[in-house]
């Protein structure tokens, strides 16, 4: 029988040591390979923890997605990946992606001042292509602007019903949990499934208010959309205290038994198609 020690990280990067594009502003000193992944997963989820996670494409390394397949590979009953694609990826490439376990692409929009591109014509075809193999567009942004951006991403997601994940809370600015986005994506729900990520919150503006941000988004997208993530290995805010933060997270979860089962691995079992037993 599944116990809340099962635990799915829908948040995580695998890459090579000094490996990036060549217009990447993080190049890692170091590897984080899948291995060191489920060792920190291990420490988290508890002794009889049974780690399933997401594998996302992190921004450093472009589109050249060959990293996280080949962890995908490795684990392909345990893990998913989100992939970051061209807008001009041909069906074909998608489709050896699906087959391979991707379930979604990432925008990471954090920093990039054309984001608005993802409303032209080459991001509509993409977004249809992603429609018919039943993907969804994980978004990051910077604080404060997550309101604005999906509501453009909406629009250009036309009448399809692709699910739209926002990352690390939907990074809302300094107004917190009356940020703008909270009342977009309750709009932008009524539309198309709405999913959300409590992960990394010390890249939040208020760190601390972790908590009040994953109340406010369990009466606005559901206690059935949430989502967790380690956001390992913390590129740029790398550290012990990370760990530990994530330990913090599973210990407040198992106080808030509406959150629990669902935000450790439920709704994640729903998403990302995985077979876990109830």
Known sequence: MTTTETLVDCHFHVFDAGVAVASARYRPPYAAPLADWLSMAGTVGGPAADPYGVVVQTSFLGTDNSTMLAALRRMPERLRGVAVVDPSAPPAELAALDAAGVCGIRLNLYGDAGW??????????????IAALGW???????????????????????????????DHFGRPGALGVDDPIFDTARAVGTRRPMWVKISAPYRLTSPDQWPALTMQWSQV??????????DWPWTNHEGAARADECRA????????P?????????????????AIAG
């Open 116 to 129: 608005r591109r993802i409303d032209t014509a080459p991001w509509r075809t993409l977004f249809q292509r």
């Open 258 to 274: 509406e959150l629990d089962e669902a935000v450790r691995w439920r709704n994640a079992a729903a998403l990302y198609g995985f």
């Open 249 to 256: 997270a599973m210990a407040w979860l198992a106080q808030q």
């Open 221 to 230: 997208a559901g206690a059935d959309r949430l989502l967790w993530g380690s």
């Open 136 to 166: 969804h567009v994980e978004i990051h942004t910077n604080d404060g602007d997550g309101a604005t951006v999906l509501a453009v991403l909406d629009g250009a997601l036309g009448s399809t019903t692709v699910p739209v994940v926002l």
